[in-house]
């Protein structure tokens, strides 16, 4: 037997069962326009001229959000090496090293010199 098949067979799953769930809101579900739906939801409160013209807003939450998805592809990526660190050799520890001052250092260089690690 191929060893790809049960692959494809979970993948065809994941495939049918969004499709079958996609349209299945679309027959099931209410198709009733309203013009409130189509408004930006602000939590009852009146947004200020400058957030309605695009104004500027502080970006730590974005910076925070990249720090954590940074150390989250750093962790999963160094599990490997982990396994595997006393089977590699000399050029594989310096792989890991190009990568981890390329995901962990730079980005963290960027973030603090933007602000980023600084709380009010």
């Known amino acids: 037997m191929n060893p790809y098949i049960p692959l494809l067979i979970l993948f065809a799953f994941g495939l049918g069962f969004a499709l079958l769930s996609v349209g299945t809101s679309?027959?099931?579900g209410p198709a009733r326009y309203n013009a409130a739906k189509a408004q930006a939801y602000e939590c009852g409160i009146q947004p200020t001229p400058q957030a309605s013209e695009g104004g500027r807003f502080p970006v730590?939450?974005?910076?925070?959000?990249m720090l954590f998805v940074i150390f989250d592809i750093e962790a999963v990526f160094l599990f490997p090496f982990a396994v595997a660190f006393d089977q590699l050799g000399l050029a594989a520890l310096i792989a890991i090293v190009f990568f981890l001052v390329?995901?962990?250092?730079?980005?963290d260089i960027y973030v603090w010199r933007r602000g980023g690690l600084e709380w009010e």
């Open 26 to 28: 679309l027959v099931v």
């Open 60 to 65: 730590k939450y974005y910076l925070t959000a």
């Open 102 to 107: 390329n995901v962990f250092v730079i980005p």
